[in-house]
């Protein structure tokens, strides 16, 4: 019996490290994973997008609009307001620990160390740096597949809206009475 017992515990002590490597992966292996995919950066670039979207939005609300000095003020606070809010909401103290959590909560430290490992090689490198062109160029094409879409989504609404304006008014329901007559 003891040879046995002493099998089982040298099993248990080689598959330590496995089964330890299945579980949640540590706060520095997910900050390492972060740092190699340039995570702050892209959220400086996502902050830099949604300020651009912001100005954007502002701008086509008041093309051909003239605009008083009183008037450009309150927009020009509005804008940063709104931008400051951004940034607080997407600042990286914020963030991390959302990012810390669902790491933790979705990935094994096993997964994540084949993530390290991809990240820090020559190719992940590759595939971090030339996500933004891929992306870029993968935008450009979408826009000959969304544009033909949106012209046969409008005229769907076109058509449900002259449906709906060609349909007779309801006729009303005659009234019921409630429950007797009047004599």
């Not at 160390?113 to 979408?142: C, R, T, W």
């Not at 012209?151 to 019921?176: C, G, Y």
């Amino acid at each position: 019996m003891k040879i046995r017992d002493l099998v089982i515990c040298a099993c248990f002590l080689a598959a330590a490290p496995a089964i330890a490597k299945d579980g949640p992966p540590s706060d520095a292996s997910i900050q390492q994973l972060l740092t190699l995919t340039n995570a702050r950066q892209v959220l400086d670039q996502v902050k830099g997008q949604i300020d651009a979207m912001i100005a954007a939005g502002m701008s086509a609300a008041q093309q051909g609009q003239t605009l008083t000095p009183e008037r450009q003020a309150v927009l020009d606070r509005m804008k940063a307001k709104m931008t400051a809010v951004v940034t607080e909401t997407m600042s990286w103290d914020y963030l991390e620990p959302i990012y810390l959590r669902t790491y933790r909560a979705s990935l094994t430290q096993h997964e994540l160390d084949g993530m390290i490992a991809f990240y820090a090689s020559a190719a992940g490198q590759a595939y971090i740096h030339k996500m933004p062109l891929i992306m870029q160029n993968v935008m450009v094409e979408m826009q000959s597949i969304l544009k033909p879409m949106q012209d046969k989504l409008a005229e769907i609404q076109k058509q449900t809206l002259q449906e709906l304006k060609d349909l007779k008014p309801a006729q009303e329901a005659p009234a019921k009475s409630h429950g007797g007559s009047t004599s």
